[in-house]
């Protein structure tokens, strides 16, 4: 039998500070990002280090305290690269690489240079493409790989994978389940869910981004394999930054709704697969506080996939395909800034 072959895979997210004095440069990685602020180098230079300043003291420097003084993105990030690599087999290494924060590209190129694969799998945990996010790693990926020489292949993005589909439907109704227990006794409507997205500026989505087009479609599958009729649920944008007009609605804006509406509440954050600030602070402690301000008569926040057998088995399906298969368009035409170009070649 000949020699098995070794298969590098390289999960990428957006990093976090590893504590207290990481989060200034961690917020001045992201600023400085082109991909994020879209203005040239000297300008972007003069915004990154102004916001990444005041944000270091402000929002970022307190909500970063209460998880203290570091995100957990790294930690739960390297929890998932390790079921995943137990579930691909022995022919797989798993690799995690950072976009904002260690470890970052430069630094896991030369660690899968080390390793000496026959072939790399480019694999995002951000299961809708952005040029914000997915093309942002791959690009930075690919500056400090360039002399590689290791044939390597992208998963570009999964909205509608049937293992995420169905972990993230799972924890839906678990937690749906839980709410009318606690909630059926009080003469109240039945729980509504808010499909709670990072959001992004208006102006990305016309400029044929089609993470919107992706979060919707992610909502709508979960929806369906949920199957309770008459499900009362809502598409919302979070994690506003700066003057821009933002897509919404915003989640805050659905969140004061509900208060309106007396009814029971539940967010999942179906564009985020591991907990982080977005979900521990932002959901469940802001959103948290304005529903209970705003007379939500039950909150709850679901949790995300993380290590769920079905959304691990569900990326190393994945993996295992694309070693001999192309990835396949999934985003209609007018969304030009779609991985696979306005022509859907790579």
């Known amino acids: 039998m000949g020699e098995k072959k070794k298969i590098a895979v390289v999960l990428f997210n957006l990093g976090g500070p590893d504590c207290t004095e990481s989060i200034r440069p961690f917020l001045l990685n992201f600023f400085m990002d082109k991909n994020i602020i879209r203005l040239p180098f000297f300008l972007r230079w003069i915004l990154a280090n102004f916001i990444s300043r005041r944000r270091s ?49 430069e630094q896991v190129v030369q660690e899968v240079k080390d390793y000496d694969p026959d072939q790399i799998i480019l694999l995002p945990l951000y299961p809708q493409f952005s040029t914000t996010t997915t093309h942002s790693s791959f690009e930075n990926w690919n500056q400090f790989a360039a002399d590689l020489n290791i044939p390597t292949s992208e998963i570009c993005c999964y909205p509608l994978d049937s293992g995420f ?33 990072h959001g992004l ?34 598409m919302c944008y979070q994690s506003r930054v700066g003057p821009k007009k933002w897509i919404g609605p915003a989640t805050s804006e659905v969140v004061m709704t509900a208060g309106a509406d007396n009814v029971p509440l539940l967010i999942y954050p179906h564009a985020f697969v591991n907990e982080h600030v ?69």
């Open 57 to 105: 003291k402000n929002e970022a420097g307190s909500s970063y305290a209460m998880l203290g003084g570091k995100s957990p993105l790294l930690e739960n990030t390297k929890k998932q690269a390790g079921a995943l690599e137990k579930e691909l087999g022995e022919e797989f290494k798993v690799f995690t690489c950072m976009r904002y924060w260690h470890p970052m590209a």
């Open 278 to 346: 977005e979900t521990l602070v932002e959901i469940e402690i802001e959103y948290k506080e304005l529903a209970q301000q705003s007379g939500v008569p039950y909150f709850a926040r679901v949790p995300t996939v993380s290590t769920a057998p079905a959304f691990i088995k569900g990326l190393a399906t994945m993996v295992k395909n694309r070693i001999n298969h192309s990835c396949d368009r999934q985003c209609p035409a007018e969304f030009d800034r779609c991985y696979f170009g306005p022509a859907g070649i790579l």
């Open 165 to 197: 589909i169905k972990a993230s439907a799972k924890n839906i109704r678990q937690a749906y389940e839980q709410a009318l227990e606690e909630t059926s006794s009080k003469d109240l409507p039945l729980p509504r869910i808010l499909f709670s997205a």
């Open 201 to 234: 500026p208006e102006d990305v989505i016309k400029g044929g981004d089609p993470y919107q087009w992706q979060c919707e479609q992610t909502a709508a599958a979960i929806i369906k394999e949920m199957d309770i009729p008459m499900l009362d649920w809502v």
